[in-house]
């Protein structure tokens, strides 16, 4: 369970190129830009297949998988950029972010997850965290006309909570699937591009290596890892520490000039890092314990 856990880490450590690759791609619109990265994402699950390292399924899967997996991954993705257009983009990220903390507290209803104080207080703390980094340790003012806005950033938020927590009902349906559920979502933001916005291409070489590197990480592998990890890791923990992909996605646009250190990202790191390690104190005390027994 635990190298399952990490692989599932390892797509938060890549979310955590999300803006900053997103800022590069210059002024190619949501949508389209979604659907070059979800290509490409695509392009990785039949490149696996065709090496062999990703086997297809043995079984029929099940249609609950599929309205699942493409759900999850458009819908997120649909309901994020509506909640960007219809509010207050601090207060809306805010309310997005709160999807970790329902994957915490929906484990409950999992078949063999027992939630425990711990697993809640450290996705507490690291929703504090979260909120220091998006306001920047400034004041939050939610007002009534971005109702909307801010109701399609909640939904945003139960969406991915809800396709991580239904994924882990499947753990025979083998990680090969998203290849599928990424290929759909392509073809959805590419219709909703049609539909809703104005066609910006990105220019240079810089640009579209951009789009390359959010369809390769970001938007592409991390979705493989997040679905192997929450199938077959501890989701619990998963949950808590999928908080630090706001705040890498912080250290990683300053450490790219994008951004400036300030006070708030160091409580911000404090509160994260203190609210994983308490999630995952069993998982590390077990470690640890087993370790010690271990030696001679």
Same mark, same amino acid.
């Given at each position: 369970?635990?190298?399952?856990?990490?692989?599932?880490?390892?797509?938060?450590?890549?979310?955590a190129?999300?803006a900053?690759?997103?800022d590069?791609?210059?002024?190619?619109?949501?949508?389209?830009?979604?659907?070059?990265?979800?290509?490409?994402?695509?392009?990785?699950?039949?490149?696996?297949?065709?090496?062999?390292?990703?086997p297809?399924?043995?079984?029929?899967?099940?249609?609950?998988?599929?309205?699942?997996?493409?759900?999850?991954?458009?819908?997120?993705?649909?309901?994020?950029?509506?909640?960007?257009?219809?509010?207050?983009?601090?207060?809306?990220s805010?309310?997005?972010?709160?999807?970790?903390?329902?994957?915490?507290?929906?484990?409950?209803?999992? $078949?063999?997850?027992r939630?425990? %104080?711990?697993? =809640? +207080? #450290?996705?507490? /703390?690291?929703?504090? &965290?979260? *909120?220091?980094?998006?306001t920047?340790?400034?004041?939050?003012?939610f007002?009534?006309?971005?109702?909307?806005?801010?109701?399609m950033?909640?939904?945003c938020a139960?969406?991915?909570?809800?396709?991580s927590?239904?994924?882990?009902?499947?753990?025979?349906?083998p990680?090969?699937?998203?290849?599928?559920?990424?290929?759909?979502?392509?073809?959805?933001?590419?219709?909703?591009?049609?539909?809703?916005?104005?066609?910006v291409? $990105?220019?240079?070489?810089?640009q %579209?290596?951009? =789009? +390359? #590197?959010?369809? /390769?990480?970001?938007? &592409?592998? *991390?979705?493989?890892a997040?679905?192997?990890?929450?199938?077959?890791?501890n989701?619990?923990?998963?949950?808590?520490?999928?908080?630090?992909?706001p705040?890498?996605?912080?250290?990683?646009?300053?450490?790219?000039?994008?951004?400036?250190?300030?006070?708030?990202?160091?409580?911000?790191?404090?509160?994260?890092?203190?609210?994983?390690?308490?999630?995952?104190?069993?998982m590390?005390?077990?470690?640890s314990?087993?370790?010690?027994?271990?030696?001679?």
């Amino acid at each position: 369970m635990g190298r399952a856990t990490l692989i599932g880490f390892s797509a938060v450590a890549m979310w955590a190129l999300l803006a900053l690759l997103t800022d590069a791609s210059g002024a190619v619109p949501p949508f389209l830009l979604s659907a070059l990265a979800f290509s490409i994402g695509a392009a990785i699950g039949f490149a696996a297949r065709l090496a062999g390292l990703s086997p297809p399924p043995t079984e029929p899967v099940p249609a609950a998988v599929w309205v699942i997996g493409i759900a999850g991954l458009f819908g997120y993705h649909f309901f994020y950029f509506t909640a960007l257009r219809a509010a207050p983009a601090v207060e809306a990220s805010l309310i997005a972010y709160l999807w970790p903390l329902f994957i915490v507290v929906g484990s409950a209803l999992m $078949p063999g997850e027992r939630l425990r %104080w711990f697993h =809640v +207080a #450290g996705a507490l /703390l690291g929703l504090a &965290g979260t *909120a220091l980094i998006v306001t920047k340790g400034g004041a939050v003012a939610f007002e009534a006309r971005y109702g909307f806005g801010y109701a399609m950033a909640l939904v945003c938020a139960f969406v991915w909570a809800i396709y991580s927590l239904a994924s882990r009902r499947f753990p025979q349906v083998p990680t090969s699937v998203v290849t599928w559920f990424c290929l759909a979502t392509a073809i959805l933001s590419a219709l909703c591009h049609l539909a809703l916005e104005e066609t910006v291409w $990105p220019q240079g070489a810089g640009q %579209w290596l951009a =789009v +390359a #590197g959010l369809g /390769l990480m970001p938007v &592409g592998a *991390a979705f493989y890892a997040w679905d192997y990890g929450v199938k077959h890791g501890n989701i619990q923990v998963l949950g808590a520490a999928s908080y630090a992909a706001p705040l890498l996605s912080t250290l990683v646009l300053i450490a790219g000039g994008a951004a400036k250190a300030e006070p708030a990202i160091l409580g911000a790191c404090v509160l994260i890092t203190a609210g994983a390690v308490l999630a995952a104190k069993n998982m590390l005390f077990r470690a640890s314990g087993a370790a010690e027994g271990a030696k001679p």
